[in-house]
């Protein structure tokens, strides 16, 4: 099993619908990244969180570490969302980023 | 530099030979970490600079990858005797402090051939 486990592998939605995005890992963190690679394009961080709730335009992240879980939302889904979405867990011991497999969002207009 | 800076942005090379993959990270960030992603698949964390010293290379794949950074600025990382497995996106973060935020590079594209 990985540390990091991000559901769903692929996920396809109409423009403008809601967006939630899971990550749950099993080892103790530091913080957790929500990262986004368009295709063919470069790795832009998103957010970094130790707790609570982050919001970024339409983008929301949220942690809850007693439960060791992460969710990313996009409000009002855009095809330029179009991207994967990967969650990275900094790891309490050894400051070692570990990552999900990633999520394949697919926004159809 | 305003982000962090990879060279080559693509390489080719024959199976066999030695590469140098180059990262400028953003000045006064004191945490590097090299990634890898390979066609198809996540990445993969292959070893991660505090300063100049390398606490964690328990990512890197074999004895023929080896980084180094040195003056806390710039890190090269060497994959010796290249195999065709070697081939993928080899990317490079930094931060200000490993529990800071991250800026990843645009990569380096290496394929063996």
């Known amino acids: 099993k990985n540390e990091v486990e991000q559901s769903p592998q692929n996920l396809t939605a109409q423009e403008g619908e809601f967006i939630t995005i899971n990550c749950s890992y099993s080892?103790?963190?530091?913080?957790l990244h929500w990262l986004q690679q368009h295709p063919g394009g470069g790795i832009v961080s998103l957010f970094m969180l130790s707790s609570g709730k982050k919001k970024h335009g339409r983008l929301i992240a949220t942690i809850n570490i007693q439960e060791k879980h992460s969710s990313l939302h996009i409000t009002a889904s855009h095809p330029r969302d179009s991207a994967v979405y990967i969650c990275a867990a900094l790891m309490e011991y050894g400051n070692k980023l570990v990552f999900g497999a990633g999520t394949i969002l697919r926004v159809k207009s | 530099g305003a982000g962090v800076s990879q060279s080559p942005s693509n390489k080719v090379t024959e199976k066999g030979k030695d590469v140098e993959l180059r990262c400028d990270p953003i000045s006064g960030h004191t945490a590097l970490y090299w990634y890898r992603q390979r066609l198809g698949q996540g990445l993969e964390f292959l070893i991660y600079?505090?300063?100049?010293?390398?606490?964690?290379k328990s990512g890197l794949p074999s004895d023929r990858f080896s980084a180094e950074r040195t003056g806390e600025s710039v890190s090269t990382l060497t994959i010796q005797r290249t195999q065709q497995e070697d081939s993928a996106v080899y990317l490079c973060?930094?931060?200000?402090?490993?529990?800071?935020?991250?800026?990843f590079g645009s990569g380096t594209r290496l394929t063996v051939v």
């Open positions: 600079f505090q300063g100049n010293s390398a606490p964690d």
């Open positions: 080892v103790g963190i530091s913080a």
């Open positions: 973060a930094s931060s200000f402090s490993p529990v800071g935020g991250y800026t």
